[in-house]
T-cell receptor, first 113, second 111 residues
């Protein structure tokens, strides 16, 4: 089944403890992206990747890192999480940047205490 | 900087009624998307609008795009309870490398 998967789906952690949220797609998509969703703000783009080893900042990149060593995986890294990073995170992919639709993962709900 | 604004942000309506959600955006863009999100779920793609005057319909939902006015509408006809959800519009930016979302419209349809 073609899909975007994220792990973990739920995570509660403490301030300053490094964490990684994984994102994987099995559709051979070139473009991948991370978003955070907060009430009243919609979804905001954190980072995106046009292809392997090509990443760039979205609108809210502070406090996050990403890497794209393989086409299928696009992990989101929080080196030192803070409470203001408590949010719902979505990974998405599409075949290439010109394709007309993004496919979203199931979401990861992160709470930083 | 591209800004995307939806209104209303909250909408409570009766079954059988018609209503429209508006999506305004601040700079030129070629593609506009509408998504649906149910509570605790991911986003489901509803419509992709690619050109001025584009109109798409699926069941009781119809979306349109006016690129000159930088406005898209999502029209709900004879609403039913199953359409209760949050609806987002989103606009491609910077050659589609970035996707900018509106705040979302939480729609509640009462029997």
């Amino acid at each position: 089944e073609a899909q975007v998967t994220q792990n973990p789906r739920y995570l509660i952690t403490v301030t300053g403890k490094k964490l990684t949220v994984t994102c994987s797609q099995n559709m051979n998509h070139e473009y991948m992206s991370w978003y955070r969703q907060d009430p009243g703000l919609g979804l905001r783009q954190i980072y995106y990747s046009m292809n392997v080893e090509v990443t760039d900042k979205g609108d809210v990149p502070e406090g996050y890192k990403v890497s794209r060593k393989e086409k299928r995986n696009f992990p989101l890294i929080l080196e030192s999480p803070s409470p203001n990073q408590t949010s719902l995170y979505f990974c998405a992919s599409r075949p290439r940047v010109s394709y007309n639709e993004q496919f979203f993962g199931p979401g990861t709900r992160l709470t930083v205490l | 900087e591209l800004k995307v604004e939806q209104n209303p942000l909250f909408l409570s309506m009766q079954e059988g009624k018609n209503y429209t959600i508006y999506c305004n955006y601040s700079t030129t863009s070629d593609r506009l998307y509408w998504y649906r999100q149910d509570p605790g779920k991911s986003l489901e793609s509803l419509f992709v609008l690619l050109s001025n005057g584009a109109v798409k319909q699926e069941g009781r939902l119809m979306a349109s795009l006016d690129t000159k006015a930088r406005l898209s509408t999502l029209h709900i006809t004879a609403a039913v309870h199953d359409l209760s959800a949050t609806y987002f519009c989103a606009v491609d930016h910077q050659g589609a490398q970035k996707l900018v979302f509106g705040q979302g419209t939480r729609l509640t349809i009462n029997p």
